[in-house]
């Protein structure tokens, strides 16, 4: 496997990295937004470019491994080693990759993150919301039903209308 051949994959891993980035962005877009009707086919979107991400990988692994034969590393050697090894213009060629890779990596796991914080946040909201529709009162055991297994009222729930806030 040539440096050429290594070069073009990390270009791949790059573009499904940025990818990446933008699905989560639009994840995040979705999660902000409060209208989660596509959440499920955002998420769905970021997993799919997960997993090319790692099959990507798996070719990079194994091109890189044959290169660093080629240019006598030992097995496995990370990228600035192989940018150290490299003859020009790869060294640079290489070293601009493994920046790129180190700025995208850590905006994806910033993004991620936020991402899972929101999903919580979301969570939480539409926990308190069922209990305090189930509850009727601040108090009352969250766990009680507003109907019993035969679809009738059960005694103790509250009676009376509830003023639901649409914007749950």
Known sequence: MGLSEVSNILWRERQLLQLLLFKLETEQMILSSSRTRFLSDATREVEMVINELKETELMRAISVNSLAAELGLGPSPSLKELAQCAPAPWDNI??????????????????????????STGQKAARDALEWLS??????????????????????????AKLIDEAL
């Open 135 to 160: 509850s009727g009162a601040p108090g009352h055991d969250p766990h009680v039903d507003a109907y019993s297994a035969a679809g009738t009222v059960k005694a103790s729930s509250p009676s009376g």
């Open 94 to 119: 290489f070293e601009e990759h493994r920046k790129t890779f180190l700025a995208d990596t850590q905006e994806i796991f910033t993004l991620a993150s936020s991402n899972r914080d929101l999903l």
